[in-house]
């Protein structure tokens, strides 16, 4: 049976810091570092696309192993009632989609989709921590002050 770690994230887990252990949890914010831009076509082709950042890509490739890849989930909590959710997983299941880029895979199931569609996967590295993050959700309307959690776009 293929291990699987699922952790959720509180904002006490954004302290997590580079290198991670294998097994750590993988944290998730968004920072007040600057913004990278993904390259794109058109706003019609970015429809349901989740797009991976340079540094997303070279840190899945350092801490992945085998058929490993990044799980991103969005789940009700957190202080806007959506949180971000990231893991270390290699079991794909029906639903789910696989984002890759550069031999880095992101997998994203259905109903989370529809929260992060258009979105980016950054990794960032700063003094206090090193996370993995959601930026530039056009689903996202606003989010709390550590930026681990949002609310949607009616």
Not at 75 to 96: A, M
Request: proline share 4%; net charge negative; glycine share 8%.
């Amino acid at each position: 049976m293929a291990a699987t770690w699922r952790l959720s994230l509180t904002a006490a887990a954004l302290r997590a810091v580079a290198p991670w252990p294998r097994g750590r949890l993988l944290a998730a914010s968004r920072g007040p570092q600057a913004l990278r831009e993904a390259s794109s076509s058109s706003p019609e082709a970015d429809e349901g696309q989740i797009h991976l950042t340079e540094s997303c890509v070279q840190r899945l490739l350092e801490i992945t192993e085998g058929s490993e890849f990044l799980r991103l989930e969005v789940e009700g909590g957190g202080c806007s009632g959506f949180q971000y959710k990231f893991s270390l997983d290699t079991v794909i299941n029906p639903d789910d989609r696989v984002f890759e880029q550069g031999g880095a895979r992101v997998v994203v199931d259905s109903d989370s989709l529809a929260f992060v569609k258009g979105a980016q996967v950054d990794f960032s590295q700063e003094l206090i921590r090193s996370s993995f993050q959601v930026l530039n959700n056009p689903q996202a309307q606003q989010g709390c002050s550590c930026g681990s959690s949002f609310s949607v776009k009616l």
